[in-house]
Structures are given as structure tokens and as C-alpha cells.
């Protein structure tokens, strides 16, 4: 991700006298996109792919910049019929790109692609839009819906009833009474990617139901190598968190960050866990205002810091987040520790890493 806002500035430094735009938020993170929009950046669309910015008003000498979740093959095709260059500032994260490619690949060996994602989020309208050019393609949000496409695959259900069940989230043409014969599964980078595979071993189990453990390989590819090593890294350390005793967690990252989300939602698993997007949130060791992810609304909570020392804080963040937005927010918690040792004497320990 950093590597994409590094190529957001330098598209700013090597185009002083153009308009440059992005197509959305480089990524799900308030304080990268105010900084971004703060040197003179300008959103085409919103998170949700409406237009602030109409397509009519772009000219041929304008810098576009795609973002890391890339981006649809509608509009890359509408930038280059406006004669604007779309390559020189593609940003789109390359295990983005391994999921289209994947995609592409299940579509010519005659897979039907299911996509695990978000079917708003822009990441999964880029991918479906990118697999729907080769392959009939389906949104699946989570598990539930997962079943609810399995009762078309046991052939509970009549494929009538999956037009209006699936609405919005399949390709044109979309038979459910051919194309869930054979299937891979590919993902929204930033799911939970122990949901997604959850999810791929169910359809699994129903292709073996149905067609037999011999003959499975002919119905479900094994596409476990598209997912993403950062986000999937990410939690990994999340798990391993969860083993330690803490009185609280911090998790830092933007509010609209899907990745970030699923983090707190594993840390909520075990600790009161306050969801924040800067240290600007953390107002005192009574008061910190933070993010209720599911009713999607700022909160207020006192006295978050418990009246003991030593306090453990777990302290962690999306894979979006930049390491500077971590350290200021822990430089902030430590304010309130006035005899806790010093960072740099703490880091000298581990070797000044």
C-alpha cells in the first residue's frame, strides 16, 4: 500500500501545471486521502462508485490516477476513449491483479468464478467486472449467502428464484442450472481470508455431495494461493494477539477500511477493543472516541484506560495504515504513562528495529 501513496505523490511532483485526479480513495484511510486531497488531488467518485466529479469533465491532458483497489474494465475503457494515459499511475495492488488473473484463467477451463467480497466495496466491483469478461461470476457476501447459493448447487431451489435472491450480484446470462456445475473461489483481498477459505471448503463439500470425492477436481479448483499474503498476515498477528492477556485493544486504521474492520472484529473476540482512526481520537486517559463498525457511528467511551499499572494495551492496525499513524498513536497513549520507559530505549533493545 505504501508503495501506492508514494506513486499518488510523485504523480503530484512530476505534474505541477495538470489536474490530477483519483478515481476513489487511494485506500480506506482517512488521513492518507485528507493528506492526498490537502495537496490538490481531486476524487472522481466516491467509496460507493457515485460521481462527484462528472466523466464529461475530464480532458485528454488529465492525470488519473487508479487506486490500489483497482479499478472496473468499463471505466479504464471510458479514460482511454477521453485519450487519457491510465498505465503510468496504475496503482492497483498486485495480488489485486493475481485474483484477476486467477479469474481469467477459471474462465477459460470453464469455471464459473464465485467472488467472496463486498459487493459495493470497489475491489470487488473492479474483480467482478474483470471476471465477468471471461467467466459467469457471482457475489457471495458471507457464509449466508454462501448457503443460499449452495441450495441452487443441491438443487433445492429453482433457478427462477435466484434472479431475484442474487440480484445485482451475478453476471448477464447467469444460468444457476449450468454454471454451478464447476466453480472456483477468488476474494475481496481485505475479507477475512479464514472465511474465505471457510467458505470454499462448504462449496467444496457440496461438489462432493453431489458429483463425488473422485470426480471433485473436475467441479472445484483450488484457488487457495490468490490470497493476499499482507492482508492474511495481518490476521495471523491479529490470532496470535488474541493468546496474550490485555486489559484493552487499540486498532487503527480508516473507518470504511473493510480489512481494519475485520481486525477489531477479532480483537472484540477477547478485549474491550476501541476502533480509531488517529491519536487525535484518544482525547485523555478518561475519554476516547472511537468507531462502532456495525452500527456505523462514532462513540464516545470514559474512562477506557483501567486505574492499575501496569496497563497492557494491545495495540495493532490494518494493513492500510501507515506505521507513522501507529507510532503517533502510540506516542500518544504513552503521555499518560509518565514513568513508562522511553521508546528509543525499548527499540535499543530489540536491536534499534
Known amino acids: 500500500m505504501e508503495n501506492a501513496i508514494e506513486i499518488s505523490y510523485r504523480a503530484l511532483e512530476e505534474n505541477p501545471h495538470k489536474r490530477v485526479f483519483l478515481l476513489s480513495q487511494m485506500i480506506h484511510n482517512q488521513e492518507v486521502n485528507n493528506d492526498l486531497q490537502s495537496r490538490g488531488i481531486e476524487f472522481i467518485m466516491d467509496t460507493d462508485g457515485n460521481q462527484l466529479i462528472p466523466w464529461d469533465a475530464l480532458r485528454p491532458e488529465d492525470v488519473v490516477i487508479i487506486p490500489a483497489f483497482g479499478t472496473t474494465v468499463e471505466i479504464e475503457h471510458l479514460l482511454l476513449d477521453k485519450g487519457i494515459e491510465v498505465q503510468k499511475y496504475n496503482t492497483t495492488c498486485p495480488f489485486v491483479e493475481k485474483v484477476w488473473n486467477r479469474s481469467e484463467k477459471l474462465g477459460k477451463d470453464s469455471y464459473t468464478v464465485i467472488i467472496h467480497g463486498k459487493p459495493r466495496h470497489e475491489e470487488t466491483r473492479a474483480t467482478f467486472s474483470h471476471s465477468a469478461q471471461n467467466a459467469p461470476s457471482v457475489i457471495v457476501r458471507d457464509m449466508e ?14 433457478p427462477a428464484e435466484f434472479l431475484e435472491e442474487f440480484k445485482g450480484k451475478h453476471s448477464v446470462g447467469f444460468n444457476p442450472a449450468t454454471d454451478l456445475r464447476r466453480i472456483g473461489v477468488v476474494n475481496q483481498t481485505t475479507m477475512l481470508a479464514t472465511e474465505t477459505q471457510a467458505i ?10 453431489v458429483y463425488g470425492v473422485d470426480t471433485v477436481r473436475e467441479h472445484f479448483a483450488d484457488t487457495r494461493d490468490t490470497l493476499c499474503y499482507a492482508t492474511n498476515d495481518n490476521q495471523d498477528a491479529t490470532y496470535q494477539l488474541l493468546e496474550t492477556d490485555a486489559d484493552l485493544a487499540i486498532v487503527v ?6 480489512n481494519t474492520s475485520h481486525i477489531v472484529e477479532l480483537c472484540e473476540r477477547k478485549f474491550n477493543t476501541y476502533f480509531i482512526n488517529s491519536e487525535q481520537e484518544i482525547k485523555s486517559p478518561r475519554e476516547i472516541h472511537h468507531y462502532h463498525y456495525l452500527a456505523k457511528e462514532k462513540v464516545v467511551t470514559t474512562d477506557f484506560l483501567p486505574d492499575k499499572n501496569p496497563v497492557k494495551i494491545v495495540l495493532t492496525s490494518g494493513a492500510s495504515c501507515p506505521d507513522t499513524l501507529v507510532d503517533r498513536v502510540m506516542l500518544r497513549v504513552l503521555e499518560f504513562f509518565p514513568g513508562a520507559r522511553p521508546v528509543e530505549a525499548v527499540l535499543q533493545g530489540f536491536g534499534g528495529k
Request: net charge negative; charged share 25%.
Open 145 to 158: 449467502e454462501a448457503r443460499a447459493l449452495g441450495e441452487y448447487m443441491l438443487g433445492h431451489k429453482q
Open 200 to 209: 470454499a471448503d462448504y462449496f467444496r463439500s457440496i461438489m462432493i455431495d
Open 253 to 258: 486504521g480508516g473507518y470504511n477500511s473493510s
